[in-house]
């Protein structure tokens, strides 16, 4: 049986990247190696896969990302748990719903709330942003236990 090969330079290209096959019913993905593998090279072809590294990787579309997740926008609270109730397992939700309300009004880390609207929204016409959501919880949770001391001119973590 021959060996799978492809030119050095479309292998090199093909391993940027996550490539993924379209979700199931369940909004499972299989991951693919179409460098790799031949029946996943196939599907490339076909155009089947998606890629879910690369688009990330240029200036321009880090810029539209950076856009799409950073608008300023403000919901009440009881959106913000209906939010939480739907992206997030119920053992976590009073935690990120505390944090979420500290960011809201605190300086360094409203953007993090902001991005965590913004990714709950997007998610709700795309699917893949629920994982930036969930991050821009850690995010904020992070921020909000930094503090700037002014005499150290640096930041300070408090635990």
Not at 31 to 54: C, F, H, I, T
Not at 61 to 71: A, L, T
Request: net charge positive; glycine share 4%.
């Amino acid at each position: 049986m021959k060996k799978f090969r492809l030119p050095r330079k479309t292998k090199k290209r093909l391993r940027k990247g996550l490539w993924f096959y379209p979700p199931d019913e369940k909004g499972g993905s299989l991951m693919a190696s179409p460098y790799r593998s031949q029946e996943d090279y196939d599907a490339y072809k076909k155009g089947e896969l998606r890629n879910l590294g690369v688009q990330h990787n240029s200036r321009k579309h880090q810029n539209e990302f950076r856009n799409k997740i950073d608008k300023e926008i403000k919901v009440t609270d009881d959106v913000l748990k209906n939010y939480l109730d739907d992206l997030m397992a119920k053992e976590f939700r009073d935690w990120a719903f505390n944090i979420l309300v500290k960011a809201k009004n605190h300086p360094k880390a409203k953007s993090s709330y902001y991005n965590f609207v913004n990714a709950y929204l997007l998610h709700k016409n795309d699917g893949s942003f629920g994982n930036v959501a969930c991050l821009a919880v850690d995010r904020a949770e992070e921020l909000l236990k930094k503090r700037y001391d002014p005499s150290k001119k640096k930041q300070i973590t408090l635990k």
